[in-house]
């Protein structure tokens, strides 16, 4: 399951959010700091609209979105690397996510208290990396300790992690996310296992008021700039606008979003956003039993694929039968598309694209 972990200042707007997110009202929201005491974990459909459509073609009840798990922590402040505050308590429930969304203030509300007193964002975001940087940097002095025998006794595996270890700490002590692109493919590998925060991939979600949520303003323009130097992604999104939408029926929802000129909602941009800087893209399995999403990185060739769905369909792959999403749609079913030649078998070398509606033979 891809997992997300949710970071920012206290009352930025992340509790609301997660609630949001999770179409529940478990994660407590309140106008103080360190409001979130426990790490809020939820898991949440990712919106297709593609599965709904093949559910009459197929004939079946059951569709099964693919889900994204999202882990809301307590607030971060300055100092929280050395005990200020609560969140670094609860970085840990963090470290194993594959991407980070940091919740940036970017409205002004006499009302709602800044926990620095002023309304900064990219103030904000240096705090929050440089807290996580920190975090990262006892790890590194952690396993450094460790492994500091190993590198003395020449061992391969040890001298590797060291090597990974001095590449990350120029970055870490400027409180910058971590440039891989300079790491060699095993070094990759090793740094995997470091669970480093600062080496994931982020998107900054700029948490507006209902009239900036389309155009955004003065704050977002400055995360945009921000986030552009180090590949980031940013996502304007109204929290409570988010949490208000809930409470309405999806037709009446989609309706106040296009009143407000806006197609989608801030989640399902966030989400697409997830789907994008980790390069994830999308098959189905379709039939009777159900219309199924499953997840796979860009790139992924057939085998992998079906391993995703069960190791022995990849041991035992044999071919793919594949149609496009559109040309199912179009011929309304397998047999329609095979007539008509557009379902096609592939073999063990064919690149899975998003939308791809598959069938795997495989020997058991």
Request: glycine share 6%.
């Amino acid at each position: 399951m891809l997992k997300v972990g949710i970071v920012g200042l206290p009352n930025v707007g992340k509790s609301t959010l997660f609630n949001a997110l999770t179409s529940d009202k478990n994660a407590q929201s309140a106008n103080y700091p360190f409001c979130t005491i426990e790490p809020n974990v939820g898991v949440v459909s990712v919106p297709d609209e593609r599965l709904y459509k093949l559910q009459p073609l197929v004939n079946t009840n059951n569709v099964v979105p693919t889900t994204i798990e999202f882990v809301d922590i307590a607030g971060l402040v300055k100092g929280a690397s050395k005990g200020e505050g609560l969140g670094n308590q609860f970085l840990h429930n963090i470290r194993e996510t594959d991407a980070i969304v940091q919740v940036v203030r970017c409205f002004d509300d006499i009302n709602t208290i800044h926990v620095n007193g002023k309304v900064d964002p990219i103030d904000d975001i240096e705090t929050i990396n440089m807290e996580l940087a920190l975090a990262d940097m006892a790890t590194l002095e952690n396993i450094q300790k460790r492994i500091s025998k190993q590198v003395k006794a020449k061992d391969k595996e040890a001298i590797l992690q060291q090597s990974v270890i001095d590449k990350c700490i120029p970055y870490l002590e400027k409180g910058q996310f971590i440039d891989t692109s300079e790491l060699t493919d095993d070094e990759k590998g090793a740094l995997h296992f470091f669970h480093l925060l600062m080496a994931k991939p982020v998107i900054y979600c700029a948490n507006v008021s209902e009239t900036d949520l389309k155009e955004g303003n003065d704050y977002t323009k400055r995360v945009q700039e921000y986030a552009g130097k180090t590949n980031a992604l940013v996502v304007l999104i109204c929290a409570n606008l988010e949490e208000e939408l809930v409470d309405l029926g999806p037709d009446e929802a989609k309706n106040y979003l296009s009143e407000l000129g806006i197609e989608n909602s801030g989640i399902e941009r966030m989400i697409k956003a997830a789907y994008d800087i980790l390069n994830l893209r999308t098959y189905i399995t379709a039939g009777e039993k159900e219309v199924k999403a499953w997840t796979i990185t860009k790139g992924t060739k057939a085998p992998k694929a079906a391993g995703v769905i069960h190791t022995d369909f990849e041991k035992g792959f044999i071919k793919a039968e594949v149609v496009s999403y559109d040309d199912f749609i179009a011929c309304k079913s397998w047999a329609a598309a095979r007539e008509k030649g557009l379902a096609r078998l592939e073999g063990k070398d064919y690149v899975v694209e998003d939308g791809d509606i598959m069938i795997f033979r495989f020997n058991n």
